[in-house]
């Protein structure tokens, strides 16, 4: 009961202030409403721009985290490679002395005679 009193005052303020309002005042009130539907569709264009914006900086972001992610498995990779040679060169025996080195002292047999040593006059 009290919406329907409330409503029923409403709609005679409202009815009352309109045809109270001069042709002046309409006019006015036609032109502010005219100024801001025209800023409301600038305000529209210019979020479509920038969602546009936006949209073309995901993309760009996407990619360049694409080949970040690429670029961080390739130095994985590397490293991997990198420890599998370390780990291959330390399992390798020691090398043979190179062609034309001097060999090693080799120990003197227990039947073998000392040459002895010159003598000098």
């Known amino acids: 009961m ?4 409330a409503t029923a005052v409403m709609a ?4 009352t202030g309109l045809t109270g ?3 002046k005042e309409r006019d006015e009130l036609k032109a502010k409403v005219a100024t801001m539907e025209q800023e409301a569709s600038k305000m529209k264009n210019e979020m479509a721009s920038k969602d546009a914006t936006v949209a073309d900086l995901r993309s760009q972001l996407e990619a360049a985290n694409k080949n970040a ?3 961080q498995d390739k130095v994985a990779q590397m490293e991997a490679d990198a420890a599998k040679a370390k780990e291959a060169a330390m ?6 002395p190179a062609k034309g080195a001097a060999p090693a002292k080799a ?3 227990p039947h073998a005679k000392p040459t002895p040593a010159p003598v000098k006059k």
């Open 2 to 5: 009290k919406r329907y009193i």
């Open 12 to 15: 005679v303020v409202l009815t």
């Open 21 to 23: 309002c001069g042709m």
């Open 69 to 71: 992610r690429a670029a």
């Open 91 to 96: 399992k390798k025996p020691a090398a043979a």
């Open 107 to 109: 120990a003197a047999a």
